[in-house]
């Protein structure tokens, strides 16, 4: 039994209502370091459609996303694995959120971990995150499990402005063993 006050689990059609009340609480504090999602996405029918194409996207296996829920039921955060591809390789794209009011709980660190582990069992050879050059919060909690920074990412436009951002990797699998030709040549004594 965890002494976590929360279960990590996937999206479900029960949480309809749970994420209607984590969007609406936290949209400030989400758009703060993120695109504004438009006044459409937070009326009812932009939140079911949203729901909707989140639960038919996992279905396709274009995302995994997980919701760390309290004992009572709501949620405390939210991670999503999208799935790419790159030259022949696997990789994923996170985005995560942590509750307001559930902030350095370890919430953002459990649900990144579930992330690698899905990356692993999954075969990607790595994860990237964006996050904004002032999003110090996001950076250690990446940084705790196992993103490096990867160098500058693409500006984005903030409520608050046009904002600089970075890009943080976590490789998962080492690349194979090199073919080193000639490494049996034998050496004259």
Not at 20 to 27: A, I, T, W
Not at 90 to 102: P, S
Not at 148 to 174: C, F, K, M, N, S
């Amino acid at each position: 039994m965890s002494d976590l006050p929360f279960t990590i689990s996937p999206l479900e059609d029960a949480d309809r209502q749970a994420f209607v009340q984590f969007e609406h609480r936290n949209r400030q504090a989400f758009e703060q370091f993120n695109r504004a999602r438009g006044p459409n996405h937070y009326t009812a029918r932009g939140l079911d459609e949203a729901f909707d194409l989140l639960r038919a996207r996992q279905s396709r296996s274009e995302l995994h996303l997980w919701v760390a829920r309290h004992r009572l039921g709501h949620w405390l955060g939210r991670v999503a694995l999208f799935n790419h591809h790159r030259q022949g390789e696997r990789w994923g794209l996170v985005a995560y959120q942590t509750d307001l009011d559930h902030c350095r709980l370890g919430v953002a660190t459990h649900l990144l971990r579930q992330c690698v582990v899905e990356a692993v069992a999954q075969g990607y050879a790595w994860l990237e995150a964006q996050v904004t050059h002032d999003n110090r919060a996001s950076m250690a909690v990446l940084a705790r499990c196992g993103f490096r920074p990867d160098g500058p990412d693409e500006p984005v436009e903030l409520e608050r402005g046009r904002v600089q951002t970075l890009r943080l990797r976590r490789v998962i699998q080492a690349p194979g063993p090199v073919v080193l030709h000639g490494a049996n040549v034998g050496l004259p004594s």
